[in-house]
């Protein structure tokens, strides 16, 4: 018999190293999948690492026949500023990736006749404020909200929390027609910014609070690409990692909906400035906004509302501001840095 499998897309990404510790200390057998060969420190964590495309149908055809795939963590994108400058690739990998994954899951739900979980990391990049007097005026948003994005990014995880939507619908009428358990149980969650010890992103327009610490934890000068007052809404990535998990651990009758705000604290940059120099006192950062850049951080929100999650599946992250920075970031960087040298 085959053996029942996790699989992550994206598995190199930030989400995927900390989602791969914590599935693989539970015991889960992982396949990673990624279109780089996967972070060596990773390799003894996963069942099976693929180096592929999520385009490649031969791959995913592959996939189907050899793996008993339970759940899936569709964690493969191409981030919002990096997708600005090829839009059409970004939404190749963004939409026909998410969508080859929802057919791969459809296609495991067939041959196992039972439902398949999909969790996928959407973002605050579908929100889209009209100016930055809404931004300031409008609140915490509800998931409901100002859905007007305004980077290709935004609207390919729009679009896919749509699809997924529609594939949960579909599936569970046909399933209910033809009396058949057929399936796929697209669950998805709205990421603010996320800021990890370990890893720093690439492509994205929340970086700057990642970078502008684990530059000065280095001994870096750094530029600030946003104003010191860019506001954004951020959770760190334990938070993050336990909110993927909490959601698709949820039981399904208490869900209330597919997309699911979270979120923790909402520094502006300046006092992510403020709180790196008091821990790095020898740090260098200034402000060089980009205009592109700062334009996208000006239509995401200041605050989001986590409402629903609480309500739901009784979300709540474990690391506010204080402690985020305190317990978790310094000393981890600190110690990350140093260890190697830096
Ligand atoms: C990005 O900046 O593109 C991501 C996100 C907020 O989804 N970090």
Known sequence: MREEVVLITGANGEIGHGLIHYLS??????????????DPALKSEVLTAIVGDILDQVLL???VVEHKIRTIYHLASILSTKAEYNPETAHRINVEGTLNLLRLAVEQS?????????????????????????????????????????????????????????????YRQLAADSNSSLS??????????????????????????????????????????VRPDATLPFMVMPDAIRSLIMLQEADRSRL????????????????????????????????????KRQGIVD????????????????????????????????????????????
């Open 25 to 38: 200390n539970k015991g889960y057998p992982i396949v990673a999948l990624d279109v780089n060969p996967l």
């Open 61 to 63: 055809g592959r996939l």
């Open 110 to 170: 067939n041959w196992q006749g039972q439902s398949v979980k999909f969790i996928y990391p959407s973002s605050i990049a579908v929100y889209g404020l009209p100016s930055l007097q809404a931004k300031q005026n409008s609140g915490k948003l509800a998931e409901s909200e100002y859905l007007n994005p305004t980077t290709m990014y935004g609207c390919n995880k729009l679009y896919c929390e749509h699809l997924g939507r529609y594939y949960n619908h579909y």
């Open 184 to 225: 796929v149980d697209f669950r998805a969650l709205r990421f603010p910014g996320l800021i990890s010890a370990e890893t720093i992103p690439t492509g994205g327009t929340s970086d700057y609070g990642p970078e502008m610490l684990h530059a000065a934890a280095k001994g870096e000068n750094y530029n600030c690409f």
């Open 256 to 291: 209330t909906q597919n997309v699911y705000n979270v979120t923790s604290f909402n520094p502006d940059a300046n006092e992510i400035r403020e709180i790196t120099l008091k821990a790095f006192p020898g740090a260098e950062i200034n402000f060089v906004p980009d205009v």
């Open 299 to 342: 239509t995401w929100p200041n605050d989001i509302s986590d409402a629903a999650a609480r309500n739901d599946w009784d979300w709540h992250p474990e690391y506010d501001q204080k402690r985020a920075f305190d317990e978790y970031l310094i000393p981890a960087i600190k110690a990350r840095y140093h260890a190697r040298g830096d």
